[in-house]
């Protein structure tokens, strides 16, 4: 089991950017692939970007390609996410998660996360 807790949220401009940390606790984390998803109000959980436990493979939600950037620090425990060029849509509240499982494509926040973070809430304003 590995315990998260999220944070770097906080209110910005549109075209700005912000930075996530993700602090695990426990000794297993180096072993779990881990994501971002978010929950915008109104909206289904959806993933954002995951990282597998060697970093060398990301993937990222279409939405975000290009502008998000994923990275995790197994020496620190920890798992971050850089967002750039921030647009009012990105709005919501972000959460760490470690992965149950890895795909080549999307993850599904109901059946491939075995841990989530409370979350952290990110609003970005137009």
């Known amino acids: 089991q590995v315990q998260l807790v999220e944070s770097g949220g906080g209110l910005v401009q549109a075209g700005g950017s912000l930075s996530l940390a993700c602090a695990a606790s426990?000794?297993?984390?180096?072993?779990?692939?881990m994501g971002w998803f978010r929950q915008a109000p109104g909206k289904e959980r959806e993933f954002v970007a995951a990282?597998?436990?060697?970093?060398?493979?990301?993937l990222y939600a279409d939405s975000v390609k290009g502008r998000f950037t994923i990275s995790r620090d197994n020496g620190k425990n920890a798992v971050y996410l850089q967002m750039n060029s921030l647009k009012p849509e990105d709005t919501a509240v972000y959460y760490c998660?470690?992965?149950?499982?890895?795909?080549?494509?999307?993850?599904?926040?109901?059946?491939?996360?075995?841990?989530w973070g409370k979350g952290t809430l990110v609003t970005v304003s137009s």
């Open positions: 426990g000794r297993t984390f180096s072993s779990y692939a």
């Open positions: 990282i597998k436990w060697s970093s060398v493979s990301t």
């Open positions: 998660a470690a992965l149950a499982t890895w795909r080549s494509g999307s993850f599904s926040s109901t059946y491939d996360v075995s841990n």
